[in-house]
């Protein structure tokens, strides 16, 4: 009877770590470029109780007689579904199409990755100017180096192809290529990747080495256009659906110790 109450608290368990994750999913729906989580639950050892395999004229069974003991959570993988791109405002917000992700330059010289493409351009102590996320942190080239403009530079003769490369404006009014391109790199397992706060990720062993666009012909360029943003990915009405039967989950999970609880009483009052 004891093996109901554990494998029942398992369950509750592992519901409550999908419910987490379902919160957490919607709390972010309206974060620009989130990539929705999604928890995957293993079953946990099985019990043999019956050791024969055959009856008792000596026949063989044909199956044999285990107990599962409850679930698990195996892991929480980061659904790198596309997007939808809205339009926006910002002349130096950027959506990706395709499975690139931004190169940023973080404060302890660490490279971090994100998909949420809101930047500005922020001027420096020596008066140059730097493509930059709000939090102030460089956004790379495709060879990794921080995007700046001298002090002269008129960031509002900026324009921007499809795919990130900078031109600008000359007098004559023609549109003139820098030489500089937003970066966008690309992993083979982009689940793998370690989540590090504000919409940003850093490689690991499991992710594998970036791979940079531009310079990898195995890869297929993304498109990286000016003036969107890429939309969460999360469906509220999905998250809302599989809340409801996390809930039910839990609700069953409960009731399965209680009726396990009654059915101990009940063998503790039993009278010789």
Sequence with gaps: MMRSL??????????QTSMDNLSNNLANV????????????QSLLYQTIQQRTTDYEGNPKPISAQVGLGVKVAAI????????????????????????????????GNQAYTRNGHFIMSMLDNGNYQLSTVEGYAVLDRNGQPITFG??????????????????????GNGYYTGVQIGAAQFNNPAGLNKIGDSYFEETAASGAPRLEGQDDALTISVIKNKYLEASSVQAVDEMVDMIVTQRAYEMNSKAIIASDEMLQQANNLRS
Excluded at 80 to 103: H, T, V, Y
């Design 30 to 41: 309206n974060t620009t470029g989130y990539k929705k989580n999604r928890l995957e639950f």
């Design 77 to 108: 993988t980061t659904e790198f579904e596309q997007g939808e791109l809205k339009a926006s405002d910002g002349n130096f917000d950027f959506g990706i199409q395709g499975d690139g992700l931004f190169m940023i330059q973080m404060p302890n």
């Design 151 to 172: 002090a002269d530079t008129d960031v509002q003769k900026l324009s921007f192809d499809n795919y990130g490369r900078i031109m600008y404006r000359g007098n004559d």
């Design 6 to 15: 554990w494998t029942a608290a398992s369950g509750m368990k592992a519901q």
